[in-house]
């Protein structure tokens, strides 16, 4: 059985690709009205840079994603003809609460990763054997793809030519780069376009427009009562340097919407800024919190936030006892927590504003070990 590395094919590893894939009910020439159809409705959406819609005449869609680390760089068009899905499949978990958001999980036949699914409903039928993982290892494994034939199979934004097995046997493929979005209703709106490949366009709809509205009208209520915002700092060691989100990003953006301040949030950069440790420590020097995602199935010292650099202890954060983290092993933070980016918000702004409702959080929680 012949396996693709999908531990080569790092997110950081993603690539320009300029590739035209068409997907309909079986031949494409034989099954478009009109390739050359008029467009009746151009669907932008709000928040989310990483795809649109065209509605044309002929009751197609022409769906257009985009790359999100290339300015103007197309990475995908669909042309799309609405039917009844009758298998779907995924190579990332991350990609589950969507389709379960849209009623959609009894179409779900594969996963990558499935292993490592949350406890929940599709975790479940993994463990019940209806639901297949797709990779073995860190490797997919095609046969197993082959084995489900999947109508629509969800990959990521990158990968190539690796695809193309897939396109030969009438699989399509969608390549989704939601976790590329830097607004957190950026992520979000994605599932409008699951929705629109699902034939479930209003449902989504109306779970994203809910979502928007819970995520503004707190913003906004935040806005209004918040006084001296709180500095914030995050990041992540690589060897003796520091790598820390842009200013513009999408934990940026829940800092600075939950009442904070973003450190770095003067940066022009588009990507991570790696920042020397001296330079790093420098400025968190002058941050009142610290936060951070960790990968730990048990947490019980404070070198899961130090990574074991004693200097670290000595920020005025830590020595405060202000640290915040998410650990993305206990939760959803990858998944669920992209269709929840108002109880982040509400997470974040409880720490900042010390509330007695802290105990409450979701995602992040404060820190609890400092020795």
Known sequence: MVAVSLHRLGRLAVVALQSLLWISCASVDSKLKDPNSPV???????????????????STFEITLFNLESDHDTLQVIRWKPRPIQ????????????????????????????DRLPNGAAHSLYESGELLNLTTGNELEPEAVFSIQPDLLFVYPFGGKSYDK?????????????????HPLGRAEWIRLFGCLMGRQSEADSIFFRIERQYTTLRDSISRYVGNRPVVFAGSMDGDRWAVPPAK?????????A????LFQDSSSKGNL??????????????????????????????E????????????????????????????YHGQALLEPHVLLLDLNRLLSRSASIGSNRYFRPWEFYD
């Open 305 to 332: 936030i130090t990574e074991g650099d004693d200097r670290l202890r000595e920020l005025p954060s830590f020595k405060s006892k202000q640290v915040f983290a998410c650990n993305a092993l206990a939760t959803d």
């Open 87 to 114: 298998r779907i499949a995924s190579l990332s978990t991350t990609h589950v609460p969507f389709i379960e958001s849209l009623n959609g999980l009894y179409l779900l036949k594969g996963v990558g990763f499935a």
């Open 259 to 262: 009442g904070g301040e973003y």
């Open 166 to 182: 897939f396109l030969s046997k009438g699989i399509g493929c969608v390549q989704v780069s939601e976790y590329l979005e830097r």
């Open 40 to 58: 009746v409705h151009h669907e932008v959406p709000r928040y989310a840079k990483g795809f649109d819609w065209k509605q044309l005449a002929d």
């Open 274 to 303: 790696i920042l020397p440790f001296e330079s790093f420590y420098l400025a968190a020097s002058t941050a009142d919190y610290w936060g951070k995602i960790i990968y730990e199935e048990n947490p019980i010292s404070a070198d």
């Open 249 to 257: 990003s999408y934990l940026a953006t829940l800092i600075y919407d």
